[in-house]
């Protein structure tokens, strides 16, 4: 089975910076994807991170840990429109690579 | 616009109803997934075809049915629901489900379901 734990909430300040943590647990693992959800839309993607280590793409990187079944999306320079849902998904090793989501944790970007 | 087109965007239905749910996609991909999305819960992968042959089902009642005629379109066959089925259905696609392939999901608007 598959364990996938974020904090459900979060709130930052326009301008800063936000690390949002997943840690999971499973049988088997091939890598972790980020998603970004606003309201009422589809989930985006945003990152798969297979190898440990940190990738950056422009504000947002995403950092992974194997060993310590760890990973971390970091927002920088934070908007209003980064007011989102973020979820963390994990895709198994061997068989089908879909992924798993986490519940995901709710950003409130504030003035 | 992601590429993967859902339709309706609302439905309400009643117990005794019969309906379906449309995904359509246009990006080339030979994977298709319906997954659920209630409050506070996480996404909940129901069905995967990969290739029009169904690769995952996960435990779903037999109330919810999907048909997938080709790689570029997936169905989901709804009859004598529950309220607590009421949620947010997604539709996804990416290009396979191997290693080789890009897992990346492309997920359409979803369609708001409301159970009566």
């Known amino acids: 089975g598959q364990n996938i734990d974020q904090p459900t909430e979060m709130t930052a300040t326009e301008g800063a910076i936000v690390q949002i943590n997943c840690t999971y647990q499973?049988?088997?693992?091939?890598?972790l994807f980020w998603y970004q959800q606003h309201a009422g839309e589809a989930p985006t993607f945003l990152s798969y991170n297979v190898l440990d280590g940190l990738e950056e793409k422009g504000r947002f990187s995403s950092f992974l840990s194997r060993s310590k079944g760890y990973s971390y999306l970091l927002l920088k320079e934070l908007q209003m429109k980064d007011s989102a849902s973020y979820l963390c998904a994990v895709s198994r090793e061997g068989g089908s690579y879909i992924p798993t989501f986490g519940r995901g944790t709710s950003l409130i970007v504030h003035p | 616009e992601t590429g993967v087109t859902q339709t309706p965007r609302h439905l309400v239905m009643g117990m005794t109803n019969k309906k379906s749910l449309k995904c359509e996609q246009h990006?080339?991909?030979?994977?298709m997934y319906w997954y659920k999305q209630s409050a506070k819960k996480p996404l909940e992968l129901m069905f995967v075809y990969s290739l029009e042959e169904r690769v995952e089902n996960n435990s779903v009642p037999s109330r919810f049915s999907p048909e997938c005629p080709n790689s570029s379109h997936l169905f989901l066959h709804l009859h004598t629901l529950q309220p607590e089925d009421s949620a947010l259905y997604l539709c996804?696609?990416?290009?396979?489900?191997?290693?080789?392939?890009?897992?990346?999901?492309?997920f359409g608007q979803g369609t708001r379901l409301t159970v009566v």
């Open positions: 996804a696609s990416s290009q396979g489900v191997t290693q080789t392939a890009s897992t990346e999901a492309f």
């Open positions: 990006l080339g991909h030979n994977a």
């Open positions: 499973t049988s088997g693992f091939n890598g």
